[in-house]
């Protein structure tokens, strides 16, 4: 049996299954360059941040109603409950489907309908955070955020994905602040590829609560001595820094240090149908080659519950 979970860093988009997509692709009369799903597998080979976005953009051209959000977060609920989840903080990326000319209120009705359904259906209570697209302009952050509006009963929090390197959180200073303003929860990448500085500005500037990755503070000491001293949460997600070559192996990955520095690290699956594993696939697959025992797996998942933006109720519940 899987330990109960949360699952903290989870891109919707990402949990786009080859035979989803291709289902969806007939429904929607959308023309795939993949023969099949096996063509399409094989195209999963990343060399690193860059070269998977470019597939993951292109695969969104075949979500386009709402059935097929609902259908998609529906997929991904079931998969997550024989995972052991219980609790699932889920990211979409609005300004990706919006760029197509798909409704944001397509997106946040289709992934609401599933969600909404969740707790009867799987026993996972979910929360949904809008992640805006740091290779996009602060202008185009601000705008989706002004037409997310009217679905901010439905949105926890916000956070920020895609290219990282060169697009420092700072860029997006004042769509956070109208988010902390607005009463939302935030949350950003950093330190997946790009440099710990990113991490401290992501606190200092964004006034971030959770760091998404965060791998790379281990290379600034006193930003590692912040992060413990105030309990910084860092959703790590193992599979996906080996297939993005963020570490050269699992048995490179620095979880270990991490928790023995005493920093509160939880383990997610990222964009799971892209590099190989759900949640639970990633807690074996860390277990197994860094020799984790079960008392660590326990606090781990524990972590994640901690980590988490439920209300102490249902925590203190799963904890
Ligand atoms: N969007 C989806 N997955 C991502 C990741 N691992 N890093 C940045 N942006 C993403
Ligand atoms: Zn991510």
């Keep these: 049996m899987p330990l109960p ?29 993949h023969a099949d ?7 999963y080979s990343f060399s690193d941040l860059q070269s998977f976005l470019d597939l993951y953009y292109a695969l969104m051209a075949v979500l386009r109603t709402e059935q097929d959000f ?27 489907h919006t760029a197509r000319g798909v409704p944001l209120g397509t997106v946040v009705d ?47 929090g916000i956070g920020l994905d895609s290219a ?29 590829e790009g440099p710990a500085s990113y991490i401290t500005e992501a606190l200092d500037v964004l006034g971030v609560e959770r760091i998404d990755h965060g ?19 860092l959703t790590l997600c193992p599979l996906s820094n080996v297939r993005l070559r963020c570490v050269d192996t699992l048995a490179d990955h620095p979880l270990r240090e991490m928790l023995d520095a005493g920093l509160l ?21 860390v277990r197994a080659a860094l020799a984790l025992d079960q008392e660590t797996l326990r606090r781990l998942a524990a972590n994640s519950f901690r980590a988490s933006f439920l209300d102490d109720r249902r925590r203190a519940e799963l904890l």
């Design 265 to 285: 690290v939880t383990v997610n699956s990222d964009d799971p149908s892209y590099f190989g594993g759900y949640v639970e696939d990633n807690f074996r697959a």
């Design 110 to 156: 289709g992934l609401g309908a599933a969600l909404a359904r969740s707790e009867e259906r799987y026993g996972i209570s979910t929360r949904l955070i809008m992640c805006f697209l740091r290779d996009e302009s602060a202008e185009s952050a601000l705008e989706t955020f002004e037409a997310a509006r009217p679905y901010f009963d439905r949105i926890t």
């Design 215 to 233: 791998l790379r503070c281990l290379e600034d000491g006193e930003l590692v001595a912040r992060l413990v001293r105030e309990q910084i949460p």
């Design 70 to 96: 609902a259908d998609l977060a529906d997929a991904y609920l079931a998969r997550a409950a024989e995972q052991g989840v219980r609790h699932a903080e889920i990211f979409f990326d609005p300004q990706a």
């Design 164 to 192: 990282e390197v060169g697009n420092p959180p700072a860029k997006f200073r004042e769509v956070y602040r109208r988010a902390a303003e607005a009463g939302l929860r935030r949350v950003a990448h950093a330190g997946e």
């Design 5 to 33: 979970k949360a699952e903290l860093h989870l891109h919707i988009e990402g949990t786009l299954e080859p035979e989803l997509a291709f289902a969806l692709a007939a429904r929607n009369g959308v023309e795939l360059p």
């Design 37 to 43: 799903t096996e063509a399409l597998r094989a195209a």
